[in-house]
């Protein structure tokens, strides 16, 4: 199993550009989530999935799109990348437990995306 | 108030020595809680999981008080290899898990 994965694990925008960053899982989860790291910040949620074909909005959504068209991808997308969306960016499966909540979050490595 | 509060440290503790974290949260209607470990420029890992009031695995030991809404992690006989961002995480009842901005801690030879 490799469990979570992402790619790219670095890239570099202008401001402007779009780009797509995906995650893939495969232990079969049917929670999936996207954080972003910032220094003093800490993990951020951005978006999330309970389901495929369902997304809902984070903490901190603007100025950026998810999908999740099959279960084990959950895709995020930068439509017009700006310089505060430098950042560390974390994709993250979990299975439900009971009740609609979740449990132990399993992280990929992390994709590191500057904008200049 | 944040809804979950660490001491963001950094912890400087010689090898060997014990050391404790501390972390409150604000919802008495949490449900589960956990300790993540993260190393630098690294993904958070799942360090231990607390689900009553409290366990141990080796070195580590967690404790949850739900009365004054605080969950605990104790490292005895610490090691370098320790050293790293400690991560206090709780699930409010949701689909969602609420990440603290974390303690670094740092084992001095």
């Known amino acids: 199993n490799a469990g979570v994965t992402q790619t790219p694990k670095f890239r570099v925008l202008k401001t402007g550009q779009s780009m797509t960053l995906l995650c893939a899982q495969d232990?079969?989860?049917?929670?999936m989530y996207w954080y972003r790291q910032d220094p003093g910040m800490g993990l951020r949620l951005i978006h999330y999935?309970?389901?495929?074909?369902?997304?809902a909005k984070g903490e901190v959504p603007d100025g950026y799109n998810v999908s999740r068209l099959k279960k084990q991808n959950f895709l995020l997308g930068l439509e017009s990348a700006a310089p505060s969306q430098t950042s560390v960016y974390f994709c993250?499966?979990?299975?439900?437990?009971?009740?609609?909540?979740?449990?132990?979050?399993?992280f990929g490595p992390g994709t590191r995306l500057t904008v200049l | 108030r944040k809804e979950v509060e660490q001491d963001p440290g950094p912890f400087n503790v010689p090898e060997g020595a014990t050391v404790a974290f501390n972390c409150t949260y604000s919802?008495?209607?949490?449900?589960?809680f956990f300790w993540y470990r993260q190393d630098c420029r690294k993904e958070p890992k799942l360090l231990m999981s607390?689900?009553?009031s409290g366990n141990e695995d080796g070195r580590f030991t967690a404790q949850l008080n739900r009365a004054s809404q605080y969950i605990s992690l104790l490292i005895r006989d610490s090691k370098l290899s320790d050293s790293a961002t400690y991560l206090c995480?709780?699930?409010?009842?949701?689909?969602?898990?609420?990440f603290g901005t974390g303690t670094r801690l740092t084992i001095i030879p």
């Open positions: 232990m079969n989860h049917e929670y």
């Open positions: 995480v709780v699930n409010f009842g949701n689909e969602k898990l609420t």
């Open positions: 607390v689900y009553s």
């Open positions: 993250a499966s979990s299975t439900l437990v009971v009740d609609g909540f979740t449990d132990t979050q399993y």
């Open positions: 919802n008495s209607a949490s449900q589960s």
């Open positions: 999935s309970v389901g495929e074909g369902t997304t």
